[in-house]
């Protein structure tokens, strides 16, 4: 299958995350530091740029306005919204409707999400509106490629027979690995494969307890050497971050001691 929705070799995709406070260990960045960082990041190939909640829409798009970038990236956008009486909380997904796709391409400041991301429903009957709606929004060009988020084999077992799906996304970490059969199955289906929250958002960093940059690499070092994986969505709130995990994914898989370590790890706080 032909991948438009990459265009740079970098395996790596930044999230969302990294603009708002919430989910996160560190302050928020500010936004000249979140220009930094996504300038940092386009500039080494980093071109897939997530966005989940309303509010990262809202940073990323003024973020790709002010760098004059919006063309060399790869934005994401995910079906949670603005709920009146609750504009600074993270509230639920919400299924798409018709006029979904101008609130996000208005909070992006764009006239196109290069992937759409579906949150994956129980309920047959929805995602399949849901889908037929993306087809149509990717028929009048405000969306180019389209995903299923938070995905299991049940979802894709829901997808009917002609569907617009060419990726799936879902958290897999040496802690979770529960997506696994999902992503052998997606690749049968000739579906990308995204993974998220390397470091279960960070959580996991602290309660290891040791050096947390060498915690980082060697946690995100293993999820982007496992086979099944085609990319990994990583947030990172600090500039410094994109090459420090440049770095690392440039030492390769791990070694055997390193995974003796990671082991010990997943066995005593996982």
């Known amino acids: 299958m032909a991948d438009t929705a990459y265009p740079g070799g970098v395996k790596l995709g930044l999230g969302g995350h990294s603009y708002i406070a919430q989910l996160g260990n560190d302050p928020p960045a500010s936004f000249k530091e979140q220009c930094g960082l996504v300038d940092a990041c386009l500039q080494a190939g980093i071109r897939l740029l997530d966005t989940t909640y309303y509010q990262e829409r809202l940073a990323l798009g003024k973020v790709l306005r002010q760098l004059g970038r919006r063309d060399e990236a790869t934005v994401t956008g995910w079906n949670f919204f603005k709920q009146p009486g609750k504009e600074d909380e993270l509230v639920p997904w919400t299924p798409y ?19 759409l991301v579906i949150h994956a429903e129980d309920d047959p009957a929805t995602l399949h509106r849901e889908l037929a709606l993306a087809e149509e929004w990717a028929v009048a060009g405000k969306v180019r490629q389209v995903g299923l988020g938070m995905a299991s084999l049940q979802h894709l077992d829901q997808l009917p027979a002609r569907h617009p799906v060419t990726h799936v996304l879902a958290p897999y970490n040496a802690f979770d690995r529960r997506a696994a059969a999902l992503f052998a199955r997606a690749r049968e289906l000739d579906l990308r494969t995204v993974a998220m929250s390397p470091f279960v958002r960070g959580w996991k960093l602290n309660e290891i307890g040791e050096d947390t940059a060498e915690i980082a690499a060697i ?10 994986i085609d990319r990994l969505i990583v947030s990172m709130r600090k500039q410094a971050w994109v090459n420090a995990n440049l770095s690392a994914l440039a030492r390769g898989p791990l070694t055997p001691e390193e995974e003796e370590r990671l082991a010990a790890w997943v066995a005593r706080v996982g």
């Open 219 to 228: 946690l995100l070092r293993w999820v982007v050497s496992q086979p099944l």
């Open 97 to 115: 409707e018709p006029a979904h796709i101008d609130i996000m391409l208005d909070e992006l400041q764009t006239n196109r999400i290069d992937l």
